[in-house]
Nanobody, 125 residues
């Protein structure tokens, strides 16, 4: 089970930290990566960032890497997404997901993600 939290409404330039608590995160190969994704109204879901549960590997969608930071607290089975200098175009539903692989494809985070949370809304005005 994955539970996101931290979504809110902020003004442009503000910051938000999202959290995703995932039971059993990293316990098996099919859930060894955690990723953050987002979907804005009328747009396809896009990868934001991902992290490897058993090491230090982190990957970011190229256009977001200067403003977003993914981190984890394995003791709490929680992954965070710190988002700074937010822009109106960052407005979306943000989802976390666990999966077996993560990679960069055409400068965007992608991979095989099997389990998804319900999402948390981020609105930037």
């Amino acid at each position: 089970q994955l539970v996101e939290s931290g979504g809110s409404s902020v003004h442009a330039g503000g910051s938000i930290m999202l959290s995703c608590n995932a039971s059993r995160y990293g316990d098996s190969d099919d859930i060894k990566y955690m990723g953050w994704f987002r979907q804005a109204p009328g747009r396809e879901r896009e990868g934001v960032a991902c992290i490897y549960s058993r090491g230090t590997t982190r990957m970011y969608t190229d256009s977001l890497k200067d403003r977003f930071t993914i981190s984890q607290d394995n003791a709490k089975n929680t992954v965070y997404l710190q988002m700074n200098s937010l822009k109106p175009e960052d407005t979306a539903m943000y989802y976390c997901a666990t999966g077996s692989s993560c990679y960069i494809l055409a400068r965007v985070v992608a991979g095989r993600f099997n389990y998804w949370g319900q999402g948390t809304q981020v609105t930037v005005s």
